[in-house]
C-alpha cells in the first residue's frame, strides 16, 4: 500500500501525491529519507555549538536554557519545559548542575509552592554579552545567510507544529 496525503505543493488533479512520486529515486533509501537529513544535520549544528560555546564554559542544553532565561527571566520550571521542549527528567537535573555553577538560581513561587521559578544569576546574564556573536559565528561557519536560517526555522517549526498536532489527533 502506498500512503496518499494530500500536499499544498505540486499535486495530481485531485491534490495527491506520494513520496514514491518525488524525482529522489527509492522512497526506502537512507540518504532519501527527511529524519536521516534532519538527525544529520542536527548533530552537526549541535557540534557546531558544542565548539561555539566552550569558551562560555556552557554546554549546548544549557546555552538552550540561558536563551530562554535571558529573554524573559523567572520562567517557571513548567514554562521552561514546554519552551525547550524537555520533559522535567530531562530539565531538573539540567537545572540543578546550572544552579551548582552560580548561572542561575531556582525558587519556589510565594503564591504557589507548587511552581519553582527560574532566573538567571548576575554570572548568568553577564555570560549574554560574551554570546552575542554565536548566532552570526554559527551561520557563517553552516554557510547560511540570516534570510537562509529564517526559512530553514520557519520550515522546522512547520513541521514540528503538524507532526505534534497530528499526534494529539492519534493520542487525544
Not at 513548567?78 to 546550572?98: C, F, Q, V, Y
Not at 544569576?121 to 554557510?143: H, K, M, N, V, Y
Request: aromatic share 4%; glycine share 10%; hydrophobic share 35%.
Amino acid at each position: 500500500m502506498v500512503a496518499s496525503c494530500v500536499f499544498e505543493g505540486p499535486t495530481d488533479d485531485a491534490g495527491r501525491g506520494t513520496v514514491a512520486d518525488t524525482d529522489e529515486g527509492d522512497p526506502l533509501a537512507l540518504d532519501n529519507q527527511l529524519c536521516f537529513s534532519l538527525y544529520a544535520a542536527s548533530r552537526a549544528l549541535t557540534g557546531l555549538y558544542r565548539e561555539l560555546l566552550h569558551d562560555l564554559g556552557l554546554t549546548y542544553p544549557q546555552y538552550l536554557v540561558m536563551l530562554a532565561l535571558w529573554e524573559r527571566d523567572g520562567l517557571t520550571v513548567k514554562d521552561l519545559s514546554h519552551a525547550l521542549h524537555l520533559d522535567s527528567g530531562t530539565l531538573s537535573p539540567l537545572l540543578r548542575r546550572m544552579e551548582q555553577a552560580g548561572l542561575l538560581t531556582r525558587e519556589r513561587d510565594s503564591d504557589d509552592e507548587r511552581v519553582v521559578r527560574v532566573s538567571a544569576t548576575g554570572a548568568g546574564r553577564a555570560l549574554s554579552a560574551r554570546a552575542q556573536d554565536i548566532p552570526e559565528r554559527l551561520l557563517c561557519t553552516a554557510g547560511l545567510s540570516p534570510g537562509r536560517a529564517g526559512e530553514l526555522r520557519r520550515a522546522l517549526d512547520e513541521i514540528t507544529r503538524s507532526v505534534e498536532s497530528a499526534g494529539r489527533r492519534h493520542t487525544g
